[in-house]
């Protein structure tokens, strides 16, 4: 079970005046170019330059480092899908973050104070038990809560039972928690700098240079970039990159809003998801709330979506915690994700040789960024898809071996 | 919040509205004869523009019918929207 003492609020410590050299150039050529500086796209880096020893690699990132959903997200971390498949990468990942601080040696706040997702109807219990089980099998803690329980971890949680969605039990995953997005994204960009990896911000991809089938490297707005791989690794712009590269994905891009209130004393010391509701909640180290909504309906890539949907999510947290009530809302954002049909991720070769892909986090891949870049380095270095990267390969919406996720994921991921 | 131009009703909130994706996917002739990669195409493939997108939207809760209206994904600006089996604009790009 979980910390059951009321967290304090952090300060946090100060920055290192050197993470990264901030006004790298591109060199003519690398061995690998990433293109996208997120989390994903650092990590892989990091991996290429410490698994595989591959150490002349580029990152490049058409705005800043972790400027896209990196910086965007609401830091949950968790592992508890429903597929076997989901099961092998996101467990992966979960492990990964367990000694990821003291391995990259930087701070990241990574804090396992559980992750509890509620279930509202009788369906919703059906179906969160059936993950609950799932999740045994693929020996991935979880723990089935009754109303009393979540009561008991959460005290803020209504649990009354004349309430719209009231709470009918819950699945919790003590392994689960929150990082520091931005912490993490400085993490992994410092630790890949060390080990020689350029990083170059403000290089917008325009094109590709591919003879014969083989990709030979990109064209930038800071000239061509020659490389023997690529690997795109670019969230919401990925239907634009694979389309300069002359194939289609199935992914659509979609706003995703979240939101914080103003720093509150701690009362929440896990994070709590709903899909029913469509809010997900955690308390952030220095104090504010921290929520997430779902999807806006539409295909945008303008960073930015309708306050109703907002509106929507926030009237069913007062429900959900009376006590927000008196909160205010400080800041709301939103960011760009790609969503496959199956909600899962799309990982590995297409048909572009030597050009890689790993895209379709969609409203989830924060908590994946670890084992996203050990399986995306791994398939890179090898040239072949990463036996944990496998199931999720493009041709998968052809030979019809979808990874239905949609189920463990609701809208909250 | 999108305020959306239903061709019936002129502009109405977007929460009047469902989505429907993009226009002009129509079911592919031959289905019997179809390959693996043609049905993925179309069962799974949609262009994902940044920039001027033809979609498909429903006044669900005003007049219940579809249409077809552009929209640049950049910036949520609506171009014209049009009746099912009418012309097709040209988009406004």
Known sequence: MANMTRRRTVELPDHPDFLWVAEQKPKKSYDVIIIGAGGHGLATAYYLAKNHGITNVAVIEKGWLAGGNMGRNTTIIRSNYLWDESAGIYDHSLKLWENLEEEVGYEMFFSQRGVMTLAHSVSDVRSKQRNFYANHVNAVDSVWLTPEEVKEIAPIVNISEDIRYPVMGATFQPRGGIAKHDWVAWGYAKAAADLGVDIIQNCEVTGFDIVNGKVKGVKTTQGDIAANKVGMVAAGHTSVLANMAGFDVPLQSRPLQALVSPLLEQVLDTVIMSGAVHVYVSQAHKGELVMGAGTDSYNSYAQRGGFHVIEHQLAAACELFPIFERAHLLRTWGGIVDIAPDASPIIGLTPVENLYINSGWGTGGFKATPGSGWVMAATIANGEPDALAKPYALDRFISGHLIDEHGAAGVAH | ?93
Request: one cysteine or more; a neutral charge; hydrophobic letters at 30%.
């Open chain 2, 1 to 93: 919040m999108l305020h959306i131009p239903c061709p019936y009703c002129g502009p109405r909130d977007e929460t009047e509205f469902h989505y429907g994706s993009e226009a002009h996917v129509a079911y592919p002739e031959n289905s019997a004869n179809l390959t693996d990669e043609e049905w993925a195409k179309f069962v799974f493939i949609r262009s994902n523009p940044k920039g001027w997108m033809a979609e498909r939207w429903v006044h669900s809760a005003g007049c219940r019918r579809w249409f077809n209206v552009w929209r640049n994904t950049i910036n949520h600006e609506f171009g014209p929207s049009y009746k099912p089996f009418t012309q097709q604009p040209k988009s406004p790009a």
